[in-house]
């Protein structure tokens, strides 16, 4: 299924879990990964940006449970490289902790 702009209710994307901070020599316990995810509500895209919140409501799948959260900003993503962040397993982009993506083709 084609990614779609702006996402809608019931889309089904991915998450970006956090894992724990970052230590000084780059690794992590347990390192940021992407999560299976359904949007649950949309905020107002149509708004510039700054003056709306453009992100989504997201029921986050995890192997242990699930969490709701309200608000989680999109994250369009930067070329792998070595900054700590999350990799798609079948992707090469690196997203941020916190945000939501659509997956990777």
Not at 46 to 65: K, Q, R, W, Y
């Amino acid at each position: 299924m084609a990614a779609h702009w702006p996402p809608h209710v019931g889309d089904t994307v991915h998450y970006v879990a956090h894992g724990t901070p970052v230590r000084p020599d780059g690794t992590q316990a347990y390192p940021s990964v992407c999560r299976a995810a359904v949007v649950t509500q949309v905020h107002d895209w149509s708004a510039p940006a700054g003056e709306s919140d453009h992100g989504v409501g997201l029921a986050v799948l995890n192997p242990t449970g699930m969490f709701f959260t309200p608000r989680v900003p999109g994250a369009p993503g930067d070329p792998a490289g070595d900054a700590p962040g999350a990799r798609c397993h079948t992707g090469t982009r690196v997203y941020l902790g916190g945000t939501w993506h659509h997956p990777e083709d």
